[in-house]
């Protein structure tokens, strides 16, 4: 007689305890978080506390020799500012690029080349500090024309296509690997017209509203590197 063969039997398996996460992935998470942040609000608030962009030479540096202090803390700030942002666009790439990675990588070479820009615009500051205390004249202000107008143009359009469109891709990238809600790469993309429209009157506050709406943006995506690790490969929904 044959006898079936019975069914094996299966015990209830008990849940992994969650790895414990070592400390310098933990060090890794927080510093991706806050370069994620720390760089957009910094500027933000150097645009807030700069001289409007249409200003004339003269203006500019007799803004600059006024406000002493605002040169002082920019040169403490924004060396950290620049290392950080490429730090935050190489966090937001790491999150989204296993499960959207033509969007990340596009978005974060964007990203790195707009935001690796910021130096320029440092020696930019730098220089009109320098004119200023030294005492502008005719010379000297030419001279200032002459670096922000042709001596910087190059760096202003891979600056103004970069940290426009970068932070957008890779905004989209996040909202379709799931680790973001969709409205932040909308926020992102209110955004960008509002920068343009900055450059454009020269209007001064437009600037730091522009960047604070990419801050509150770039919230979740700073949460989303402080809780986890990059997201394994799925397809999106």
């Known amino acids: 007689m044959n006898l079936a063969a019975a069914p094996a039997l299966t015990l209830p398996t008990a849940r992994r305890p969650d790895r414990p996460v070592p400390a310098a992935e ?15 609000v910094a500027f933000g608030i150097g645009r807030a506390l700069a001289p409007p962009i249409k200003d004339s030479a003269a203006a500019q540096l007799a803004w600059w020799a006024a406000h002493p202090g ?14 950080l ?26 990203a790195l080349a707009g935001w690796g820009t910021l130096p320029i615009w ?5 220089l009109s ?25 190059t760096y202003l359009y891979i600056f103004i296509i970069g940290h426009l469109i970068g932070p957008l891709l890779l905004g989209m990238a996040l909202a379709r690997a799931r680790a973001i809600p969709r409205w932040s790469p909308i926020v992102i993309a209110v955004s960008i017209p509002l920068h343009i429209l900055a450059f454009v ?24 590197a402080l809780r986890s690790g990059p997201l394994p490969a799925a397809p999106p929904a």
């Open 26 to 40: 933990k060090v890794q998470r927080v510093v991706y978080a806050v370069a994620i942040l720390f760089p957009v």
């Open 70 to 83: 605002v040169h002082q803390a920019e040169a403490v700030i924004f060396p950290l500012a620049c290392v």
């Open 85 to 110: 942002s490429l730090l935050g666009v190489i966090g937001l790439a790491r999150l989204a690029i296993g499960r959207s990675p033509w969007l990340a990588l596009t978005g974060g070479a964007l």
């Open 122 to 126: 440092a020696g930019q500051d730098n």
């Open 129 to 153: 500090s320098i004119i200023a205390k030294m005492g502008a004249s005719p010379a000297t202000a030419e001279v200032w024309t002459q670096f922000n107008g042709s001596g910087t143009s």
């Open 201 to 224: 009157t020269g209007t001064w506050y437009v600037d730091p509203v522009a960047y604070a709406l990419l801050a509150v943006a770039l919230i979740p995506a700073a949460r989303a």
